[in-house]
């Protein structure tokens, strides 16, 4: 099967096989596929992989069990007003007043 792609297509493909990605185009584009037609549900999933909706835990569940391993001295060491002053922290920009 020959399948003609647009040139920039062609060099990411390349470049991901250099860079160890993919062992081939066809390994690449074989992949790509798969999660495609698995995303656009053109393909069913394996019964081993289908979780029931029911089994979705809420956000705070799933926050709760990756943070149950953070001591309470990490915790504390968080500053007071990380909510409020979140740009600050996070981008390093001037702290706002506050109100």
Same mark, same amino acid.
């Given at each position: ?8 297509? /062609? ?8 860079? &160890?990605?993919?062992?081939?185009? &066809? @390994?690449?584009?074989?992949? *790509? ?5 698995? +995303?656009? $549900?053109? @393909? ?8 029931? $909706? ?6 705070? /569940?799933?926050? !709760? /069990? ?11 060491? !968080?500053?007071?007003? !990380?909510? /409020?002053? +979140?740009?600050?922290? *996070?981008? &390093? ?7």
């Amino acid at each position: 099967m020959t399948i003609n792609v647009s040139k920039d297509v /062609e060099n990411a493909i390349e470049a991901a096989v250099r860079s &160890g990605q993919f062992a081939s185009a &066809g @390994q690449m584009v074989d992949k *790509l596929v798969r999660d495609y037609a698995q +995303h656009t $549900q053109q @393909q069913p999933q394996p019964a081993s992989q289908e979780v029931p $909706q029911a089994a979705h835990k809420p956000i705070w /569940e799933e926050i !709760l /069990e990756l943070t149950a391993d953070v001591p309470d001295e990490k915790w504390d060491k !968080l500053p007071t007003d !990380l909510a /409020e002053q +979140h740009d600050h922290y *996070l981008y &390093g920009t001037p702290k706002r007043p506050t109100t």
